[in-house]
């Protein structure tokens, strides 16, 4: 029997297929050309944004950027290169809403306006984040790292400080002019986008494929392809700032084993034993696979003294800012006096680059480990601090820091060892002259430390403080009339203030009947400036330290290679007072010629200073040895120097285990 329905059911199959082809078959290039304008016109926007960037940088640093033009080449080649991995992942939002939107939506009022809205938002976020690079390169000399991580962390002061710092109202009009700008400048594409959308299959086809871009980039690219140059400046600016930012935040948990040259762990516990303790007879512990140096520390003969101790680490005051070292403009006459009239360290460096550094080396006496200050890291109470052999000796110990010391946890890790922690909000309001975005000014916070040595000497008791000030840092005000460099006006005044405030507590302190038996050192927690060409330029970790108590301390130098890690010991030796620890530093006054040396970090890379040779140890098992100019101290890429690099990987392998071993419960 004859089925008449069987050439109509064919018509319509046909059909059927002829859509389905038409819709989802040979894809249409034509179709697509406006979703493909969109996303090149965005990128575009993208690739100039990032591209003045880099040329703003470089004009920025120009005296120590390297102008060869083989290395300007591939710092503009590899600069560009990370530009366009970025830009993978900032199109990816955009990717995802033109991919998968329903068709039905181009046409409609709702998706133009979120288009629109959309890509503007995006433009302002590209041109505040150019705007924010200028002015963190022009504070740190780099790329967004891990400082701009901690920014995201403590944001009530780095939104005060930026607010304090910063003609935000011509700022923020001009990121909006910016803004509009690029945002005029593609929303034709947008609007041809939205008037011809491409079929959903195809958009989807595109999607798909541009979504492997950023996870393939994710997967096999790293910032090792930016080390184009020794010029650290170079390297730098062949990166993309938003790129920097993401890896800094992947790589702030790492661990030294893993990311760094080693050596065989007994030969590290052996070396290491020896580099504290060449007589290898103080230890209370026999050798052991793992790192152990805890041992007695004996002193001379002579009766333990009972002196008061007040470590004031002044914010960001390095060594270049005083007379004492060259300085002509006259910021710190009161530090030149004390260096006169005390002991004063003549080639002390500092362990890093941000305070919790100089804090960690101050309280632990141990080298900078990856990738975090011991300060921030977790389970960082019940450890051998500083302070431990003046409480065990009744002392009363205490933090004084001027702003709020949840800052950096600071906090957490004074209170959990033994400290008593007093901050800004533990001042009273009449207490309170003159506040910014950092803390109370330092002449505030020196006023409470004088009443604290009051109340403590009331009761017959001693006392051991550390104080942290904070108006060396931007914006760099103070109260009006104290000298003669206006509130506000930059780092000259920042430090010619923190000198004055200075001369203002010993003088105030001076009056007092405990002043004659208390020791004051006076140390900075980093220098001011970290950049620089040279990965680890030595000058930057270049730092003042005084010991100060005339009726104590005898006028004098230091001129050996010190670290901030000998301080605590060197101190435990002039009060002539035996003690456990596990100390890594030593007294300057027992090193011989050949064991003076220095721990200086910027974050990733540790750096070793013995004598003429700097070693620097990079992630992923780079080592590289340096030449220092003594005078100049410009570094000079040597081959490598293997005793002084086994005794850099001892040192900073060692801490890191037996530091790990102690954090991990």
């Known amino acids: 029997m004859c089925d008449k329905t069987a050439p109509l059911q064919q018509n319509s199959i046909t059909s059927a297929l002829g859509s389905i082809k038409h819709a989802g078959g ?124 901690d920014y995201l962390v403590y944001q009530r002061e780095v939104t005060d400080n930026i607010r304090q710092s910063y003609p935000l109202k011509i700022i923020f009009p001009a990121i909006c002019m910016g803004t509009l700008m690029l945002f005029a400048a593609v929303k034709r594409p947008i609007d041809r986008c939205l008037q011809q959308p491409a079929f959903w299959q195809h958009r989807t086809a595109i999607g798909c494929v541009l979504f492997l871009l950023p996870l393939c980039s994710a997967i096999f690219i790293s910032d090792s392809f930016s080390k184009i140059s020794a010029n650290r400046l170079n390297n730098n600016l062949a990166m993309n700032g938003i790129y920097s930012f993401f890896e800094a935040l992947r790589n702030n948990h790492m661990d030294y084993t893993q990311q760094y040259a080693t050596l065989d762990n007994d030969e590290v516990s052996h070396r290491l034993r020896l580099a504290v303790d060449p007589s290898n007879k103080t230890f209370i512990n026999p050798p052991g696979s793992e790192p152990d140096i805890w041992r007695i520390t004996k002193n001379s003969a002579e009766p333990e003294t009972r002196h008061n101790v007040v470590v004031v680490v002044i914010e960001s ?137 009051d109340t403590v000497q009331g009761r017959g008791g001693n006392f051991f403080m550390v104080v942290m000030t904070t108006s060396n840092h931007r914006p760099f005000t103070y109260p009006k009339g104290k000298i003669d460099i206006p509130s506000g006006k930059g780092r000259s005044g920042g430090v010619k203030y923190s000198d004055f405030a200075i001369g203002e507590f010993i003088k105030n302190a001076s009056t007092h009947p405990w002043f004659d038996n208390t020791i004051f050192i006076f140390v900075a927690d980093h220098c001011a400036r970290s950049g620089g060409k040279n990965e680890i330029p030595v000058d930057n970790y270049h730092i003042p330290c005084i010991f100060y108590a005339p009726k104590i301390v005898k006028p004098g130098t230091v001129d050996g290679i010190a670290s901030q890690i000998d301080i605590a010991p060197t101190l435990f030796d002039l009060l002539n007072w035996q003690y456990t620890s596990s100390f890594v530093g030593k007294s300057v006054f027992k090193m011989q010629p050949e064991e003076h040396r220095a721990f200086i970090s910027n974050h990733m890379t540790l750096g070793y200073l013995k004598g003429d040779m700097l070693v620097a140890l990079e992630p992923g098992g780079k080592v590289n040895t340096y030449k220092v100019d003594p005078a100049s101290h410009t570094e000079q890429q040597v081959a490598s120097q293997q005793p002084v690099i086994d005794e850099a990987i001892t040192y900073y392998q060692g801490i890191s285990s037996m530091l790990n071993s102690k954090l991990k419960r």
């Open 26 to 149: 040979a894809f249409d290039f034509a179709s697509s050309t406006p979703f493909f304008k969109l996303l090149a016109a965005v990128a575009a926007v993208f690739l100039f944004l990032s591209t003045g960037t880099r040329c703003t940088l470089l004009w920025q640093s120009a005296a120590e950027v390297d102008f060869s033009a083989w290395i300007l080449i591939k710092t503009f080649v590899a600069g560009f290169f990370y530009d366009a991995v970025t830009c993978t992942y900032v199109l990816a939002p955009l990717t995802a809403l033109l991919a998968f939107a329903p068709a039905d939506l181009f046409t409609g009022r709702r998706l133009k306006f979120l288009f629109y809205g959309f890509i503007f938002a995006l433009f302002a976020v590209l041109v505040f984040t150019a705007c924010a690079e200028y002015f963190f390169w022009e504070e740190f000399e780099t790329r967004f790292d891990f400082v701009a991580v």
């Open 317 to 453: 005051m390095s060594a270049e800012f005083m007379h004492t070292f060259g300085n002509r403009d006259n910021l710190s006459p009161n530090l030149d006096e004390l260096a006169q009239q005390g002991l004063l360290f003549t080639n002390l460096y500092a362990n890093g680059t941000r305070t919790v550094r100089g804090l960690e080396a101050i309280a632990l006496s141990v080298p900078p480990t990856p990738p975090e200050s011991v300060v921030r890291r977790p389970n960082n109470d019940g450890l051998f601090t500083i302070a431990t052999p003046f409480m065990r000796r009744g002392y009363d110990a205490m933090f004084l820091y001027g702003g709020y010391s949840y800052f950096d946890n600071m906090a957490t890790f004074f209170g959990g060892n033994g400290f008593s922690v007093i901050d800004r909000g533990d001042l009273a309001r009449d207490e309170i002259n003159f506040s910014n975005a950092w803390g109370v000014c330092d002449q505030d916070m020196y006023r409470r430390v004088v009443r604290e040595a």
